[in-house]
């Protein structure tokens, strides 16, 4: 499958479920002045969707701390031009004080120094290399043994 097939099916799948939480009428919450995080019925962890359809991000608050996780940049045409960035200081903005971090992939990790320089982030927690999940991308799975050609490069922010 092509990389725009997967982010079209995953975005087909997003937009889905956030009409769905409308009509059984599960608003998005606001946190501190920021609109858009949706309940996922897991503990604390929400959907952060103020920035659909053009991204959005899964956000794990914890007491002290927030994880950002599973952050992805819709349309491939959208992505390396801050619109990651702009999500990123929308979770800074709804939790000042609080402690958020990520773990990274090999690709997204220049995004995320960047994030952390700006103070828009507090840290990455992961030292080690973790290959994204994109077998086509490049930075992450620099070898392939299948000889397969790519279609992308994965880069997703
Ligand atoms: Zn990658």
Do not use: L
């Amino acid at each position: 499958m092509s990389e725009e097939k997967r982010i079209e099916i995953i975005k087909r799948k997003m937009e889905k479920i956030v009409k769905g939480k409308n009509k059984f009428n599960v608003r998005a919450i606001t946190i501190n002045g920021m609109n858009g995080f949706i309940p996922t019925g897991k503990r604390n962890w929400f959907r952060y969707v103020g920035r659909m359809p053009m991204s959005s991000c899964t956000v794990i608050v914890e007491k002290e701390n927030v994880e950002i996780h599973n952050v992805i940049v819709y349309d491939i045409n959208e992505r390396k031009k801050g619109n990651g960035t702009k999500m990123i200081t929308d979770i800074r903005m709804a939790f000042p004080s609080k402690h958020i971090w990520v773990d990274t992939c090999i690709h997204a990790r220049p995004f995320w120094e960047k994030m952390v320089e700006r103070e828009f982030i507090d840290s990455i927690e992961n030292d080690y290399p973790i290959p994204c999940s994109n077998s086509n991308c490049v930075i992450c799975h620099p070898i392939r043994k299948t000889g397969k050609r790519r279609s992308s490069n994965g880069e997703y922010y």
